[in-house]
């Protein structure tokens, strides 16, 4: 017995309809980064793994899928290193290439790559797959696309504001009636660090911190006792878990939390001019909000810090970013500031599909479906199908002579808009009988009358 078939955990088939959806949302971002000036690029989906290890920490250095040597490379394993029990090395003697994990460190290379090639500020917008070899779960696959936009080449504050904008933009053409953007900045958690007598273990705080709504203020606690955070700065450090008042009321706590951390006050004076500008701008649905513990996992981020989660909807966030002052830099291309975000579109699609927030319209299937009689009648319609294709409208003859029953059922299963019936009568007449599926009213037209129709 043949086994069946199956695809890997984490992975997923689309449907037509869940296809028509996924381009929904991706046309409706794309057209808001070309709105806001961003051009379209493409980067291969596997990289050199020396491209990708080292950029995401150790926690997202083990999501990276690797690709294991094939051929005569597999010969050059270094075995020498397995039996010393260095497994890093070990890894790297059996695989050159690996999958992204994200589009930011591929754009990075890309920028130092073709840099000869390239106008700055230079904008760009990426819609392409990456891989995580993350447990898959709830909102959370090990392949997925992102939607992202980013700017190199400008330490302008003003993109950040730009950034703002374009997450509310996006979200509200994609029709969610609430979300709620934070708002960090990387140079404060620095601050935080510097305050608590605790410079050196910036990371090992703003990973535990970014975790507190996941594992709770005694989690973090835990972490950053066994990560060797003194007591006493632990101490400094708890008022931050349980901050609470209005978004201004907590960046004034912060300016005197932070009164001697000079980087810690330049980034609440980064924050709050953006957050001031946007408020002049205006927004049509965002919440703003400023989170302290707002760090995500990404080492490369050294100023603004974005998350976007969408209100009502038990999902983690769907959007995010942030400034990188000098990833580039990893490519031997210093002093070339950026920022950019990402629309995670397979949390989007959950979200929009559980609200029940896409379009009618989106998914809808075949225009028009004409149902065929007989050799006579299927020669008559093929011409008329063939004028109405010319008009811009989808249009087809079912394949061979069968019950009205079947016909019809196929029709609703494809979601066709108008069934066209041409039978001995219409033939004589140089009509058809053009019926709208939704409304069931049944009217006889021309092939003039029923692409005018149709299109309106």
């Not at 974005?306 to 209100?311: L, N, P, Q, T």
């Not at 949390?347 to 989106?362: A, C, G, M, N």
Request: charged fraction near 25%; glycine fraction near 8%; charge should be negative.
């Amino acid at each position: 017995m043949a086994q069946k078939p199956a695809i890997p955990k984490g992975t997923r088939d689309f449907l037509p309809i869940e296809v028509a959806r996924r381009n929904y949302i991706f046309d409706t971002i794309k057209q808001s980064f070309k709105n806001f000036g961003f051009l379209p690029i493409e980067t291969p989906s596997f990289e050199l793994s020396q491209t990708l290890m080292g950029k995401y920490g150790e926690e997202g250095d083990r999501l990276i899928f690797r690709i294991l040597n094939s051929g005569d490379k597999q010969k050059k394993a270094d075995i020498q290193a397995l039996e010393e029990g260095n497994l890093p090395r070990f890894a790297n003697s059996l695989s050159e290439k690996a999958l992204r994990y994200d589009l930011t460190v591929p754009f990075a290379r890309f920028v130092v790559q073709h840099q000869n090639d390239l106008s700055f500020p230079f904008k760009r917008y990426q819609i392409q797959p990456v891989w995580r070899a993350d447990r898959p779960q709830h909102g959370r696959y090990q392949e997925f696309y992102q939607c992202d936009a980013d700017v190199v080449g400008s330490d302008s504050l003003l993109y950040e504001v730009d950034f703002v904008q374009l997450f509310d933009e996006v979200l509200t053409n994609l029709g969610l009636p609430s979300f709620t953007i934070h708002i960090n900045n990387r140079k404060i958690l620095s601050g935080i660090a510097e305050v608590s007598g605790e410079s050196d273990r910036l990371i090992d705080i703003t990973v535990a911190l970014d975790k507190l709504d996941k594992i709770g203020e005694e989690g973090v606690i835990k972490e950053l006792t066994e990560k060797g955070v003194a007591d006493s700065s632990i101490e400094k450090i708890k008022p931050l878990l349980t901050l609470s008042g209005s978004t201004k009321e907590r960046i004034e706590i912060m300016r005197n939390y932070l009164s001697t951390s000079e980087i810690g006050l330049k980034g609440i004076e980064e924050l709050l001019f953006v957050l001031d500008t946007v408020e002049k701008l205006g927004v049509e649905k965002a919440n703003i909000v400023f989170d302290v513990t707002l760090a995500r996992g990404l080492n490369y981020y050294t100023g603004a810090i974005f998350e976007v989660k969408a209100d009502g909807v038990k999902m983690g966030s769907i959007c995010g970013g942030g400034r990188y002052d000098d990833l580039t830099g990893l490519f031997g291309m210093p002093n070339m500031s950026g920022v950019g975000i990402s629309f995670g579109a397979d949390r989007i699609y959950d979200v929009l599909k559980e609200l029940e927030l896409f379009p009618k319209e989106v998914g809808q299937g075949l225009e028009v479906l004409f149902v065929n009689f007989g050799e006579t009648e299927q020669a008559h319609c093929l011409p008329l199908v063939k004028d109405i294709r010319k008009n811009g409208i989808s249009c087809e003859l079912y394949p061979s002579k069968a019950k009205m029953q079947k016909q019809m059922k196929y029709a609703n299963d494809i979601q066709v808009k108008y069934v066209a019936i041409v039978g001995e009568n219409e033939i004589e007449n140089n009509i058809i009988q053009l019926k709208n599926m939704e409304t069931g009213e049944q009217e006889e037209v021309s092939v003039e009358e029923l692409i005018m129709l149709v299109k309106k």
